[in-house]
């Protein structure tokens, strides 16, 4: 079974950094690309960041460019996000998300429980 | 940004068939997505290209569309399709979400 846990979220003033993980179980983590996707409370879904299987191609989101930093450690089936200079409008439940990819198109189709992230001072 | 357009909500009745529409600002294709988000939990896929069913997925649902038009259909809701309906489009980078359909059974 597909398992994403994301750990690391927290209350955090403006201006701090945060780091969360997301944990991957149940399949081969080194083959897929990841993304993190986000929500704030009671809103739809923004896409945040995503990174390849082997880390070679990286994109952001423009809201989140030069402030977070996405990465992973196929060594330890984890997917890392680093968040400096957080904001109020950073606050949300951040989920981690897998990404089948083909040559024609890509699909986020696992999805963990979120980790929640609130700035406030 | 592709912005992808959806109706706030519905309200329908158990055993009836009800559409949800999303409309992309440019074409997008065939790469139009589905996601199921139930309150509490995570958005789990249901349709990825346009039409196709995600494994696991009831056949109730169904989707179509192409180019900047895209419905997915529910024949008959169930009380257990309680959720907000999401569509996503990956033809143009940022990956882009519309801003969801919120579910009512009656």
């Known amino acids: 079974e597909v398992q994403l846990v994301e750990s690391g979220g927290g209350l955090v003033q403006p201006g701090r950094s945060l780091k969360l993980s997301c944990l991957a179980s149940?399949?081969?983590?080194?083959?897929?690309?990841m993304n993190w996707i986000r929500q704030a409370p009671g809103k739809g879904l923004e896409w945040v960041a995503s990174i390849s299987s082997s880390s070679s191609y990286i994109y952001y989101a423009d809201t989140v460019k030069g402030r977070f930093t996405i990465s992973r450690d196929n060594a330890k089936n984890t997917l890392y996000l680093q968040m400096t200079s957080l904001r109020s409008e950073d606050t949300a439940l951040y989920y981690c998300?897998?990404?089948?990819?083909?040559?024609?198109?890509?699909?986020?189709?696992?999805w963990g429980q979120g980790a929640s992230v609130t700035v406030s001072s | 940004d592709t912005v992808l357009t959806q109706s706030p909500a519905l309200a329908v009745s158990p055993g009836e068939r009800v559409t949800i529409s999303c409309r992309a600002s440019e074409s997008v294709s065939t790469l139009m997505h589905w996601y199921q988000q139930k309150p509490g939990q995570q958005p789990t896929l249901l349709i990825y290209?346009?039409?196709n069913l995600e494994s696991g997925v009831p056949a109730r649902f169904s989707g179509s569309g192409s180019g900047t038009d895209f419905t997915l259909t529910i024949d008959p809701v169930e009380a257990d399709d309680t959720a907000t309906y999401y569509c996503q489009q990956s033809w143009n980078d940022p990956p882009t979400f519309g801003g969801g359909t919120k579910l009512e059974l009656k």
């Open positions: 998300a897998r990404m089948y990819t083909t040559d024609y198109f890509y699909v986020m189709d696992a």
């Open positions: 290209l346009a039409s």
């Open positions: 149940g399949f081969t983590f080194s083959n897929y690309g």
